[in-house]
């Protein structure tokens, strides 16, 4: 079995996806609104995502309790949590690093990623009511373009990459969201970081011809660009060189 089915095997959770239309616009929470358990995920989630904690930081327990002023045990829970989004990777006596897939991985990963959309373009193509069901994305995709010429980058990024896992909440399939989700955390951790859209790793315009293509009830042509869209998007991948970080300079300084 690939490194990439490994990764999903053990994915079947139950979502919070709402069927109806509704995108939630980040994994699920962990814990009690305004939590220190909850914030603490939420800001590494987005570190993360936003690349400014690069792959292979080391998550030491220590500091994120200096950090947070908070217990180990809390720690470790919220840690739990991120490996289980794929977002880090827990090492047998070693500890916790920010995810790293190998090259390898990654392939694997967007390849799978392009079978799991095919079927959830097929499925939302052949709605009756598609319009309306993919009406919140084109709202998404709005507010991406607006995030990009505004240069909120960290937001930007947030959003081209949740568009991907938004689909498979339309489709109603929890157990797919689940599966999109972690390939989705991994595979952008490995995405080059670039400025201009058409050359950046997740485009804006390419997501809104997909919907496009989907309003249109035309799954072939949707599913075509969604395979350019994934296939610049793999192209793009490039491992990062791991490094010495201060995790004081990102992390606990939200109010």
Not at 112 to 131: I, S, Y
Request: hydrophobic share 40%.
């Amino acid at each position: 079995m690939s490194k990439s089915l490994k990764l999903i095997a053990g994915a079947t959770g139950v979502s919070d996806a709402d069927p109806s239309g509704s995108l939630p616009s980040r994994p699920d929470k962990p814990a009690r609104k305004g939590s220190v358990e909850e914030r603490m995920y939420h800001e590494i989630y987005d570190a993360i995502m936003e690349h400014r904690l690069p792959p292979r930081t080391k998550l030491t327990e220590h500091s994120l309790c200096e950090i947070y002023a908070t217990a180990r045990h809390t720690v470790r829970k919220v840690l739990s949590h991120l490996a289980a989004d794929g977002m880090v990777d827990l090492e047998p006596n070693r500890g916790a690093f920010i995810a790293s897939p190998s090259t390898d991985e990654a392939h694997d990963m967007f390849e799978l990623r392009q079978m799991l959309e095919r079927a959830v373009l097929e499925k939302l193509a052949g709605m009756p009511d598609v319009k309306t069901v993919i009406a919140p994305l084109r709202k998404m995709v709005a507010t991406e373009r607006q995030a990009f010429l505004t240069h909120d980058r960290p937001k930007w990024i947030r959003l081209s990459a949740e568009f991907h896992t938004a689909l498979a909440e339309l489709s109603g399939n929890a157990l797919l969201v689940n599966m999109m989700r972690r390939l989705v955390s991994r595979t952008t951790l490995m995405i080059a970081s670039v400025e201009a859209p058409g050359n950046n790793a997740c485009s804006f315009d390419e997501h809104e011809e997909i919907l496009d293509a989907l309003e249109q009830g035309d799954a072939a042509l949707a599913q075509s660009r969604m395979a350019h869209h994934l296939g610049a998007c793999a192209d793009r991948v490039q491992p990062d060189e791991p490094g010495n970080f201060d995790l004081r300079s990102v992390l606990g300084r939200s109010t």
